[in-house]
């Protein structure tokens, strides 16, 4: 009787022919990428010392539009985050705060911080607080509508009860 193990070692003639075939395309595949140099190799890849040139100038984090972010040498998607943070609120209060933009790559963010001229936080503040005052008037009109309604309501209901 055979061997537990050995009963997964039998094969037929086809099985075996077939294993056969797998192994040379797998041995002929990899003996090919040793032998090819690979072209694309060097696309897309730089070290980690090559720094990319930036045109710096001055600006200001809170206010600069893409085509300027773009020129300083910060990448697209970061500009798109930047843009972003910003439409949903987001400032900028002191100098070192562009170390926290996402996917902005450290040694960028150390090149820009020189550059960096902030225009006053009041302003940024104030602004804020007159957006929130505005809100705050919209939601007690609002308030002040709906129990006016309900006045009106109470008044019909008594008139037919």
């Known amino acids: 009787m055979i061997n537990s193990w ?9 099985e075996r022919k077939g294993i056969i075939v797998l192994g040379v395309i797998l041995t002929l595949s990899m003996v090919i990428t040793f032998l090819v ?12 010392l090559t720094i990319p040139t930036l045109h710096l100038f001055k600006f200001d984090p809170n206010t600069i539009d893409s085509a300027n972010a773009i020129q300083l040498g910060i990448p697209i998607k970061q500009v798109n985050t930047l843009m972003h943070y910003r ?5 900028f209060y002191k100098k070192e705060d562009i170390l926290k933009l996402y996917g902005l790559d450290p040694v960028i963010a150390h090149q820009l911080i020189p550059f960096i001229e902030l225009k006053s936080t009041e302003n940024l503040s104030k602004r804020g607080g007159d957006i929130l005052q505005t809100k705050r008037e919209i939601i007690t009109n609002q308030i002040m509508i709906m129990r006016q309604g309900i ?5 019909v209901m008594t008139g037919l009860g």
């Open 6 to 14: 050995e009963a997964y070692f039998i094969f037929s003639g086809k």
């Open 87 to 91: 439409e949903k609120g987001g400032r």
């Open 151 to 155: 006045n009106r309501i109470k008044k």
């Open 37 to 48: 140099p690979n072209k694309n190799g060097l696309v897309g890849k730089t070290s980690p």
